[in-house]
């Protein structure tokens, strides 16, 4: 059997490697140019579910590289008013094992990881154009440069946008989620962590402001310094990995703090997502006049180039389709916002499944029929889940009830910031959420 994947993200990779050990012959294909192209720089979190998938996929010595090569790990969660003063603050578990813990990584990082290995599978500047069905049951995927591949699956791994969904599915539809954000990254330096309250980080920060506005924040720090080499008094195993991994000459990440402002898209100007650079981080500055003056620092601290507009879309629901040799994966099929976090676990958890269903020794067919089902199932709760937590449809963003939502909102975390017993149910949902193990 040969598998064709469109699409060199995180799923798509993660699935190459699932298959390519259990010995089914697979191509990538990937419009990006070369190995280092694009930006891939913004922090992704990667929780139980994306852990065991990549373990499970991955070769041991990459998975182990994978986990070493990821940001210091984030010790609290904290939530925060425009003035960061503390709503309630979370401490994060201590790592139990390689699994169960969150971690953070680079875009850029993860790519160059799932990358390693597997030169001789990936094809680089192929454009998908569209598929074909071939008389004796196979599938060929076309592309712009003229050039084909053909095998016995197609999965369209392509993202939001995805032309492989487009031609099988062309009822599948997006909607806007009523949310545009701002993301940017500012170097780590002396200047920019001290425009950050004392203890908030290492971790993660979000700012739930007036008017329904919202910024996280992010700090990522690496085991490799300035100068690409490993830093001093990291593991000497993992340092061993760090500097024996090819995918670090490719890796443009240096330690940084990610922002990201986010509204409803009624606040932003008509303009905004042909904005960019300067003009973006300006924007942020003004559209927040009354936050503490060490947020307005921050953002003038970013690198413009770095800074881009997002407008946030989400998937809808779609019912189960006949299955033939083309299927889906990821934000192919089941784009969802950021509310949750689970994007990318999703797009794992998709991999495994597919890897798992491809291996079972039940015909083709079958075997993508139930991984079909079992994926819209728990793929578009994660969409809905989403939704509910980031949307423009929620009470913070109406002019006037919104300041009501956001009183009773701050009113709950500081109530389960200082009784011990609502703290900890609220740090056992969250971890549920997140897949991990509970803790004895």
Request: proline letters at 7%; charged letters at 25%; glycine letters at 10%.
């Amino acid at each position: 059997m040969k598998v064709i994947i469109i699409g060199a993200g995180t799923g798509g990779m993660c699935l190459a490697h699932g298959l390519r050990r259990a010995g089914i012959d697979v191509a990538v294909h990937e419009r990006d140019r070369t190995r280092a192209s694009g930006l891939h720089g913004y922090r992704v979190g990667i929780d139980p579910h994306g852990s065991r998938a990549l373990k499970a996929c991955l070769p041991p010595e990459l998975y182990r590289t994978f986990v070493a090569t990821c940001a210091r790990p984030p010790e609290r969660f904290a939530f925060l008013d425009e003035r960061l003063r503390r709503t309630l603050s979370i401490t994060l578990r201590e790592p139990a094992d390689d699994v169960n813990d969150e971690k953070s990584v680079s875009r850029m990082t993860l790519r160059q990881v799932l990358f390693t290995g597997m030169e001789d599978v990936l094809h680089f500047s192929r454009t998908f154009v569209r598929y074909s069905h071939e008389p004796g049951g196979r599938v060929t995927a076309h592309f712009a440069d003229g050039t084909s591949d053909t095998g016995d699956l197609l999965v369209g791994a392509d993202g939001v946008n995805s032309p492989v969904r487009q031609q099988r599915l062309p009822h599948a539809r997006l909607e806007d989620a009523g949310i545009i954000a701002i993301a940017a990254k500012v170097p780590v330096t002396p200047e920019s962590v001290a425009t950050l309250p004392a203890g908030l980080f290492p971790g993660i920060g979000m700012v739930l402001a007036p008017r329904g506005m919202a910024c996280i924040l992010h700090w990522m720090e690496f085991p490799w310094g300035a100068d690409g080499r490993p830093k001093e008094g990291i593991g000497g195993n993992d340092a061993a990995l760090v500097a024996a991994w090819p995918g670090l000459l490719y890796d443009n990440t240096r330690d940084y703090l990610n922002w990201g402002l986010s509204a409803a898209t009624g606040k932003f100007p008509a303009d905004v997502m042909s904005r960019g650079g300067a003009s973006l981080v300006d924007l942020a500055i003004r559209m927040t006049p009354r936050w503490d003056p060490r947020l307005h620092r921050l953002f003038a601290l970013t690198d413009p180039s770095t800074c881009f507009p997002i407008n946030i879309r989400t998937s809808v629901r779609v019912d189960p389709w006949p299955t033939d040799n083309v299927t889906l994966l990821g934000d192919a099929i089941h784009t969802m916002t950021p509310g949750q976090g689970v994007g990318a676990n999703t797009a794992l958890r998709d991999a495994h499944n597919l890897v798992l269903a491809l291996t079972s020794g039940r015909p083709l067919l079958d075997a993508v029929r139930d991984y079909e089902r079992d994926m819209l199932e728990y793929g578009f709760a994660a969409v809905e889940a989403s939704k509910k937590q980031t949307g423009g449809d929620q009470l913070v963003h109406r002019p006037v009830i919104g300041r009501a939502a956001l009183a009773a909102t701050r009113t709950f975390l500081r109530a389960t910031d200082r009784i011990p017993s609502l703290k900890r149910r609220f740090e056992a949902q969250l971890y549920d959420t997140r897949g991990a193990v509970a803790s004895p």
